[in-house]
Nanobody, 114 residues
Framework: QVQLVESGGGLVQPGGSLRLSCAAS????????MAWYRQAPGKQRELVAVITSGGRTNYADSVKGRFTISGDSAKNTVYLQMNSLKPEDTAVYYC????????WGQGTQVTVSS
């Protein structure tokens, strides 16, 4: 059973930065795809960034140029570096991974406010 554990969320002022981490455990193989989603209050969960096992990445238009997804296969960890944060980035951020099955993390709160 794969487990995903996120960390790194918190409160940050507009224009600030945060780095989220998602550590995967319980699998002997690497995920095919790992991604970050987010869900703001009253809104649907949306894809923020995705990285494939081959290192290809893709981003939501709203975060392009500000967020960077990366992975460390040796640590089975994926990161989301978030720069130039805006109040509209406030949400619970979820890690997502595709192995034989799909797995979700428990989420980590990111609040951007002055």
């Amino acid at each position: 059973q794969v487990q995903l554990v996120e960390s790194g969320g918190g409160l940050v002022q507009p224009g600030g930065s945060l780095r989220l981490s998602c550590a995967a455990s319980g699998s002997t193989v690497s995920a095919r795809i790992m991604a970050w989603y987010r869900q703001a209050p009253g809104k649907q969960r949306e894809l923020v960034a995705v990285i494939t096992s081959g290192g290809r990445t893709n981003y939501a238009d709203s975060v392009k140029g500000r967020f960077t997804i990366s992975g460390d296969s040796a640590k089975n960890t994926v990161y989301l570096q978030m720069n130039s944060l805006k109040p509209e980035d406030t949400a619970v951020y979820y890690c997502y991974a595709v192995y034989e099955y799909v797995y979700w993390g428990q989420g980590t709160q990111v609040t951007v406010s002055s």
